[in-house]
């Protein structure tokens, strides 16, 4: 679905000016290229055109969750912010590339670029209009809040020029490295009753961060409908049936009764893993 304006030969300066301020429709496609291994072709994945509301979410959700399939670490809210700021390149040409097993995220447009670079990571600088404030904050806090959580964690964010027109901005996290440890020494074990059998270990599924918070908020409440989810992480309630269809198709929750949900069996297997 393409919604595009169509001008009249004789418009007016006022009808183009409301056209030009028009934020509530993405008629650009986005494509996800996920490089799962550098010696292939990246997997690409299509954002189609929708409400902007809609597109960033979807295209923030992709990422994140294909940033989590790679074993990624950088947090849902810093790919938020930075897709939200398509929003100043009117989502012209966007492409985001999710590299080194999801510790490093790029993302690229062909829109108006950033001229001071320097600022855009210095709170309280925005070039957002008033209507695009109807779609993001628009106060100059988001690419501040990212530098400073990557700064912190030992990553780093970058902005550059794209090589036409446009930006691109890279979020890297420093891999963590498991540090080796020596083999511990052998020690005499006197016999021992039978041990009581450990549970073993569920596989956990690739989670969202949403889908991860729902999951805790299950086991510590016990059944929930989609208003309780909405409420409990102040998401709208296509995203919270999302995230509660995500989880049912994963075997992780179950409908009972006047259609609420519970976890299962094996969701709370996984929610001890993750605790």
Same mark, same amino acid.
Request: negative net charge; contains cysteine.
């Given at each position: 679905?393409?919604?595009?304006?169509?001008?009249?030969?004789?418009?007016?300066?006022?009808?183009?000016?409301?056209?030009?301020?028009?934020?509530?429709?993405?008629?650009?496609?986005?494509?996800?290229?996920?490089?799962?291994?550098?010696?292939?072709?990246?997997?690409?994945?299509?954002?189609?055109?929708?409400?902007?509301?809609? *597109? $960033?979410?979807?295209?923030? !959700?992709?990422?994140?969750?294909?940033? =989590?399939?790679? @074993?990624?670490? /950088?947090?849902?809210?810093?790919?938020?912010?930075?897709?939200?700021? *398509? $929003?100043?390149?009117?989502? !012209?040409?966007?492409?985001?590339?999710? =590299?080194?097993? @999801?510790?490093? /995220?790029?993302?690229?447009?062909?829109?108006?670029?950033?001229?001071?670079?320097?600022?855009?990571?210095?709170?309280?600088?925005?070039?957002?209009?008033?209507?695009?404030?109807?779609? /993001?904050?628009?106060?100059?806090?988001?690419?501040?809040?990212?530098?400073?959580?990557?700064?912190?964690?030992?990553?780093?964010?970058?902005?550059?020029?794209?090589?036409?027109?446009?930006?691109?901005?890279?979020?890297?996290?420093?891999?963590?490295?498991?540090?080796?440890?020596?083999?511990?020494?052998?020690?005499?074990?006197?016999?021992?009753?039978?041990?009581?059998?450990?549970?073993?270990?569920?596989?956990?599924?690739?989670?969202?961060?949403?889908?991860?918070?729902?999951?805790?908020?299950?086991?510590?409440?016990?059944?929930?409908?989609?208003?309780?989810?909405?409420?409990?992480?102040?998401?709208?309630?296509?995203?919270?049936?999302?995230?509660?269809?995500?989880?049912?198709?994963?075997?992780?929750?179950?409908?009972?009764?006047?259609?609420?949900?519970?976890?299962?069996?094996?969701?709370?297997?996984?929610?001890?893993?993750?605790?």
């Amino acid at each position: 679905m393409s919604a595009e304006h169509e001008f009249e030969p004789h418009q007016n300066q006022e009808d183009a000016d409301t056209v030009s301020s028009d934020y509530s429709y993405v008629n650009a496609t986005a494509r996800v290229a996920v490089y799962d291994d550098m010696k292939m072709p990246p997997h690409i994945i299509e954002i189609k055109p929708a409400p902007t509301a809609d *597109f $960033i979410e979807h295209l923030a !959700t992709c990422i994140n969750d294909e940033k =989590l399939k790679l @074993g990624g670490k /950088i947090p849902y809210g810093a790919i938020r912010e930075v897709a939200e700021n *398509f $929003i100043h390149a009117r989502f !012209t040409e966007v492409v985001v590339s999710i =590299l080194d097993g @999801g510790n490093t /995220i790029r993302f690229c447009d062909q829109g108006p670029g950033i001229e001071s670079k320097d600022k855009a990571t210095l709170p309280g600088f925005t070039s957002a209009s008033e209507h695009m404030k109807h779609y /993001i904050r628009g106060v100059g806090s988001g690419l501040p809040l990212v530098k400073e959580y990557l700064d912190f964690s030992g990553g780093r964010i970058s902005i550059e020029d794209n090589i036409r027109q446009g930006s691109v901005v890279t979020m890297t996290l420093k891999q963590e490295e498991s540090p080796e440890q020596p083999p511990a020494p052998a020690q005499a074990t006197a016999p021992e009753a039978s041990p009581i059998p450990k549970k073993p270990a569920v596989q956990v599924p690739p989670l969202s961060d949403r889908e991860v918070s729902a999951i805790f908020l299950f086991a510590e409440r016990g059944a929930l409908g989609n208003k309780d989810i909405m409420e409990a992480l102040g998401i709208a309630g296509s995203s919270a049936n999302s995230t509660l269809k995500k989880l049912e198709q994963k075997g992780l929750i179950e409908v009972i009764a006047n259609k609420k949900r519970t976890l299962t069996d094996f969701g709370y297997a996984v929610y001890e893993q993750l605790g």
